[in-house]
């Protein structure tokens, strides 16, 4: 991770999420803090100063967007994304009316999490070196569209060249479904036959870039989704 | 008139019932009283009329030049007409020739008009002395080269006393009447709206343990018998739906727990003793998966629901049906591709036409019958889609070369969480919901959906209004 240790606090009442984010978030390098009540959000808001929120909105006493509101109203600089349970277009909405930069429905696969924090984390720092979509001996080009491995062409539709430059654009990490249905298929969530098909695409997909070849790039994590990264890494 | 809400039907039946009969008996004994006083007053006018006539032949003058009224001429002299006559004759001076003694030396009437009795009788009540009233006549009259004007009447005093007799019997009968009629109108509506009261008690006896009681019908032609019926046709309504909860949510439990029973044990089982790495992230996925299940199931419930919610008009938009299978056709386009299954549309041009309803809920509907039907497809084989239209609905078939729906399968595959025996395939989470979702989605903008017999696969049609 490039970045500088940036700040998060966790403002969640479920202990058990809670832990798990913490020791989650923090194994990608992050500077995690949690709270379990608003009260104790506010003191860490002021004393602990992150440059990001995971505010749950279902809190003792209080209710997470009443938080929101005031921090918004002490304008306080820190980035604020939403875990809830509350999964309406119009519970979304009021977040983001609300202040928040950012909205992910419970229950959230952990690797879409990492991936909003990254990009929230990244919208506000200065534009990084763009690294070679590169990995191993796989190497795309989006100017062309086209991706080689090993120097050797590979024939990709369209819907496969978008599959794999996501898959590139998150390599080492895991990429799970919902995230490939919102992202590639542009579905707002994942059912039964979305998953049959991002399975399908999947599988035509590692026919062309990794059954040719002896070392095999694109892993399927059981449960969670799949993975680009070289084998040895 | 407005009856306060707080009294019953039947008081405020009979309180309309009363209050229009009595405006009609107040109108009947007006008219009435109104012709009874009209004939009355013009037979006396014929008396008077006839009476001059008589009057005018028993005039003389006697040898003192005096006018005098022979007395004597009555073959009645009893007759009301000559004891109660009122007379008085002027010359045309104005003098007073003769009065009769029933006058008492009262004038009858004022000073002579100029032309008075001329030209008719010229009838009128006038006033006397003493206060009565009389209707008089006035008449010319010439004898022995002297012109006179008889003036002659009859008091009103009689006929009013009569009159007052008659309307002091009518003001007596009609509240008569009026109680009479309404306690016979409380009665007839307690007898009408028995059935009501019956039908309340039962009613009230009826909750969600007895939905199947249902109200007794006496008379399917009446008011009250079709309420009845309607009545019953909405508990039975409300039993069909209920009874559907009911088991809904038993197979929801169902559903939801089968997965919860299978992290509890994969759970259990990595925890009862250490474990190599290996088997612990096996265990892991595993919860995973289930956990995947769980959520794909409740999500189905909440598409269920807000499916449930959508009334016919909500969220409508017009598109054409063509387009949106295409639609769907194109996101599951590699499941096709990867069976090698051959789309066939036939008659397209009539799935240009246009539907309409919510767009998003449709397509999901869509994808779950297309994605069914390539489901249960072989490879390599046909799908054939075909449009057609009736009146004012188009009709979309999806005709797969599947094993089939058995036919007393073919109205349960829409059940809620229903897995086929036969079709025993299903695959992993979120089963049972598909076809349900679709259906309730589909008859919620007014359309149809249901397989159809055919000689091979399944034939699943699909009817949607056209947007007109």
């Not at chain 2, 009259?141 to 008889?150: A, D, E, F, L, N």
Request: proline residues 4%; charged residues 25%.
């Amino acid at each position: 991770m490039s970045l500088a240790r940036s700040r998060i606090l966790i403002i969640e009442d479920d202990r058990k999420m809670s832990d798990a984010l913490v020791s989650g978030i923090e194994a990608a390098g992050y500077d995690v803090r949690a709270a379990s009540t608003a009260e104790e959000g506010f003191f860490l808001v002021h004393s602990h100063q992150p440059d990001l929120l995971l505010l749950d909105l279902t809190l003792p006493h209080r209710n997470g967007l009443e938080v929101l509101q005031q921090i918004r109203s002490e304008d306080t600089d820190v980035r604020v994304l939403i875990l809830t349970s509350h999964n309406a277009v119009e519970d979304r909405v009021e977040g983001l009316r609300s202040g928040a930069d950012d909205y992910l429905g419970k229950p959230f696969s952990f690797p879409e999490l990492m991936a909003r924090i990254d990009a929230l984390l990244r919208r506000f720092l200065p534009p990084q070196m763009v690294s070679p979509l590169v990995v191993g001996d796989l190497a795309l080009d989006t100017k062309t569209r086209s991706a080689s491995r090993g120097g050797e062409r590979l024939e990709l539709t369209a819907r496969e060249f978008d599959l794999l430059l996501y898959l590139v654009e998150n390599r080492g990490r895991t990429v799970s479904r919902e995230m490939l249905a919102k992202d590639i298929w542009h579905e707002t969530s994942r059912f039964t036959p979305i998953d049959n098909v991002i399975d399908v695409q999947i599988a035509r997909l590692r026919r062309k870039i990794d059954d040719p070849f002896a070392i095999k790039l694109l892993q399927t994590v059981r449960g969670i989704g799949f993975s680009l990264r070289e084998p040895h890494s | 008139m407005r009856a306060p809400l707080s009294t019953s039907l039947r008081t405020r039946l009979t309180l309309w019932y009363l209050t229009v009969l009595a405006l009609l008996l107040l109108i009947y004994a007006t008219f009435v009283f109104a012709f009874q006083y009209a004939v009355l007053t013009r037979q006396i006018f014929h008396d008077e009329v006839q009476d001059a006539v008589t009057v005018e032949g028993l005039l003389y003058f006697d040898s003192h030049g005096v006018l005098q009224l022979q007395q004597d001429y009555y073959s009645r002299p009893q007759s009301h007409l000559l004891i109660d006559r009122l007379m008085e004759i002027r010359d045309l001076s104005g003098k007073t020739l003769y009065r009769s003694p029933t006058l008492g030396g009262m004038p009858l009437g004022g000073p002579l008009k100029n032309g008075e009795g001329d030209d008719g009788f010229n009838e009128r009540i006038i006033r006397l002395a003493d206060g009565s009233h009389a209707l008089i006549i006035s008449h010319i009259h010439t004898m022995q080269g002297r012109t006179m004007v008889i003036r002659l009447g009859y008091s009103l005093a009689p006929l009013r006393t009569r009159m007052l007799q008659f309307l002091l019997l009518l003001l007596i009968a009609i509240p008569g009447a009026l109680i009479v009629a309404g306690a016979a109108g409380q009665m007839i509506a307690r007898r009408g709206l028995r059935p009501l009261k019956e039908m309340t008690a039962r009613a009230e006896g009826i909750n969600a343990n007895n939905l199947h009681d249902r109200l007794r019908v006496r008379n399917t032609n009446d008011e009250l018998g079709q309420l009845a019926s309607v009545f019953n046709h909405l508990l039975q309504r409300l039993e069909h739906a209920f009874q559907q909860m009911k088991r809904f949510t038993a197979d929801a439990a169902h559903e939801l727990r089968t997965p919860l029973a299978s992290i509890r044990t994969v759970s259990e089982v990595a925890l009862e003793r250490a474990q190599e790495p290996e088997q612990y992230r096996d265990a892991l996925a595993g919860i995973l998966e289930e956990a995947a299940r769980l959520n794909e199931t409740i999500n189905g419930l909440l598409l269920l629901a807000r499916a449930e919610a959508t009334e016919p008009g909500d969220e409508q938009t017009v598109f054409s049906a063509k387009e949106l299978v295409d639609e769907v056709l194109s996101v599951l386009g590699v499941l096709i591709e990867e069976k090698h299954i051959a789309i066939l549309q036939d008659d397209e041009s009539i799935a240009a036409r246009t539907t309409r309803g919510d767009r998003a809920l449709l397509r999901i509907a869509f994808m779950n019958v297309l994605h069914n039907a390539l489901k249960f497809s072989p490879p390599d084989s046909v799908l054939r889609i075909s449009y057609s239209r009736s009146a004012d609905k188009v009709r979309i078939a999806f005709h797969d070369q599947g094993p089939g729906i058995a036919p007393e399968e073919k109205q349960r595959v829409f059940d809620r969480f229903y897995t086929s025996s036969s079709q025993a395939t299903v695959s992993g989470s979120g089963a049972g919901l598909g076809l349900s979702i679709a259906k309730l989605i589909i008859d919620r903008i007014g359309g149809t959906i249901g397989f159809e017999d055919s000689m091979q696969g399944a034939r699943c049609v699909i009817e949607l209004p056209l947007s007109g």
